[in-house]
């Protein structure tokens, strides 16, 4: 499968706390995308990373790419309660049919207040 | 200015029937795709429009699921003879353009389906 796949599938943390989502995936990318889920519904973008890159920030998000592992992590730091859903990174891979991006399950992120 | 929009926000239908449903993308978006969401689940790639090409139709579960795009605009994912387990929320999303470096999707807030 070429699915992306994130892992934890679920995380709890305190408020404050930082949270780390992990994604890998099998075949080269173009890029990796990172989104977001309340409650099941429509997905909000979050961050791009593509493949020449390494590291990149977003406020209080960080998501770094290591291409030899073929692994991206998502982190957010000083959490807060507004943070909880749903984390999915969409891979969009190089070759033929390149448009598509393909998601993976998931992480579910709840933060304690 | 205005998101992807998308109609109904819930359908509920019963077993046999034949539903609609409508995306409205981001005005100028030449690239609209249709994606696919059991509960707890992922999203599955359903189908892909951009501009006047071929759509690329490779995700569609089954020849009951069909859609079409009129003038490059409005999609309508239609899903004949319904049954149980195509009960999902049904996403759906836009882009600028494919081809373009970032292929950053924006999404609508999906429908909600249940099938009885």
């Known amino acids: 499968s070429q699915q992306g796949e994130e892992d934890p599938q679920a995380l709890s943390i305190q408020e404050g706390e930082n949270a780390t989502m992990n994604c890998s995936y099998k075949?080269?990318?173009?890029?990796l995308q990172w989104y977001r889920q309340n409650s099941g519904r429509g997905l909000v973008h979050l961050i791009l990373i593509r493949s020449n890159e390494r590291e990149k920030h977003s406020g209080r998000l960080r998501v770094t790419l290591d291409t030899s592992k073929k692994s991206s992590s998502l982190l957010i730091t000083a959490s807060r309660a507004a943070d909880t859903a749903s984390y999915f990174c969409?891979?969009?891979?190089?070759?033929?049919?390149?448009?598509?991006?393909?998601f993976g399950k998931g992480t579910k992120l709840s933060v304690i207040p | 200015g205005a998101g992807v929009s998308q109609s109904p926000s819930n359908k509920v239908t019963e077993k046999g029937k034949d539903v609609e449903l409508r995306c409205d993308p981001i005005s100028g978006h030449t690239a609209l795709y249709w994606y696919r969401q059991s509960l707890g689940q992922g999203l599955e790639f359903l189908i892909y429009?951009?501009?006047?090409?071929?759509?690329?139709k490779s995700g569609l579960p089954s020849d009951r699921f069909s859609a079409e795009r009129t003038g490059g605009s409005v999609s309508t994912l239609t899903i004949q003879r319904t049954q149980q387990e195509d009960s999902a929320v049904y996403l759906c999303?836009?882009?600028?353009?494919?081809?373009?470096?970032?292929?950053?999707?924006?999404f609508g807030p999906g429908t909600r389906l249940t099938v009885l």
């Open positions: 999303a836009s882009s600028p353009r494919a081809s373009s470096g970032s292929n950053e999707q924006f």
């Open positions: 969409a891979r969009r891979y190089s070759g033929a049919g390149s448009y598509q991006l393909t």
């Open positions: 075949t080269s990318i173009n890029n």
């Open positions: 429009f951009q501009g006047n090409s071929a759509p690329d």
